[in-house]
C-alpha cells in the first residue's frame, strides 16, 4: 500500500498533507525518513511516525459522532444536511457510513465506519445489539408500562420483541433498550401504548458502546481500541 494512502485511510491527514509533511522530513518509515509519500509499505508490518506520533495500521475505520437534531442519518440527501458533514473531507473521502439510522431529530450517539461487515452483523436482526435511548413523553406513562413493553408491545400488526423499559420518577421520561430497529421503532411504541408521544429522543448507548460524555452535541471522535473490539466482536453476550 502507498504511505499517503495508508495515513490518510486512518483519517489524520489528507494525502496532500502527507506528502508536505513528507517533503519536509516528517514520516519516517522503519526508522528512516520516507521523502516520497508515494513509496509502498507493508501497512501490517512497517512501524511509521507521522509528525512525531507512531502510527497503529488499522484496515478499517470508526468513529463515535454525537448527532444533533436536524441531521439526517445519511451520506446524502436533497433536501437536509447529512450526519457526514460533520466528519472531515478525509473521513467522508473514505466512505465512512451511518452504521443504522437515528430520526433526524433523534440525538445522540451514532457510529460511523467503512467496515460494511461490521455494520451489517450490528444491524442485523438476528444479532439482537442493544440501543439504549433516553426519552421523555408528553403523558405520564401508567404503573403497567414497564411490564407491557416488557412483553413486547404489538404495533401496526407486529409483536415487538421485549423491550426494557425504566421509567423515571416523573413518569414522563426514563430509558429504552431495544434489540432490534424497525422504522421510528420507539415513536410508534409510544404511540401504541394509550396514544402518548416522544417529545425529546437520544442514544445513549450502541451495542455496549456507550456515548462518550465528554463529546459535544456534533462533534466527533475515533473509537478507542476497547470500543471497537466491542464492536467488531459484538455478541448477544457482548453488553
Ligand atoms: N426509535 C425512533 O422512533 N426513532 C429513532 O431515531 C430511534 C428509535
Redesign the pocket.
Known amino acids: 500500500m502507498r504511505l499517503d494512502k495508508m495515513i490518510a485511510n486512518l483519517g489524520i491527514a489528507s494525502r496532500r498533507e502527507v506528502a508536505d509533511a513528507c517533503r519536509r522530513g516528517g514520516v519516517t518509515v522503519n526508522g528512516v525518513p520516507a521523502l516520497d509519500a508515494s513509496v509502498h509499505i507493508d501497512p501490517e508490518r512497517a512501524a511509521v511516525v507521522y509528525l512525531g506520533t507512531p502510527l497503529v495500521y488499522r484496515k478499517y475505520t470508526y468513529v463515535m459522532l454525537n448527532k444533533p437534531e436536524g441531521y439526517v442519518s445519511a451520506t446524502e440527501d436533497g433536501r437536509y444536511p447529512v450526519v457526514t458533514e460533520l466528519l472531515t473531507p478525509e473521513l467522508r473521502r473514505i466512505g465512512v457510513f451511518p452504521c443504522g439510522r ?2 433526524k431529530d ?1 440525538t445522540g450517539l451514532m457510529i460511523l465506519t467503512d467496515d460494511g461487515d461490521t455494520a451489517h452483523r450490528l444491524l442485523s436482526p438476528r444479532h439482537h445489539a442493544k440501543k439504549v ?1 433516553a426519552f421523555t413523553c408528553r403523558d405520564p406513562l401508567d404503573a403497567d408500562a414497564e411490564a407491557a413493553f416488557g412483553r413486547g408491545l404489538r404495533i401496526d400488526g407486529y409483536t415487538c420483541l421485549p423491550a426494557a423499559l425504566s421509567v423515571n420518577p416523573d413518569r414522563k421520561s426514563g430509558r429504552i433498550t431495544l434489540t432490534e430497529g424497525k422504522y ?5 411504541m409510544l404511540e401504541c401504548y394509550h396514544d402518548n408521544r ?1 417529545t425529546s ?1 437520544s442514544r445513549l448507548s450502541f451495542g455496549g458502546v456507550p456515548l462518550d460524555p465528554t463529546l459535544p452535541v456534533g462533534a466527533w471522535r475515533y473509537l478507542t481500541e476497547a470500543e471497537i473490539k466491542i464492536l467488531t466482536r459484538y455478541d448477544t453476550k457482548g453488553d
Do not use: A, G, S, V
Open positions: 437515528l430520526d433523534t435511548y421510528h421503532q420507539i415513536k410508534r416522544i429522543l
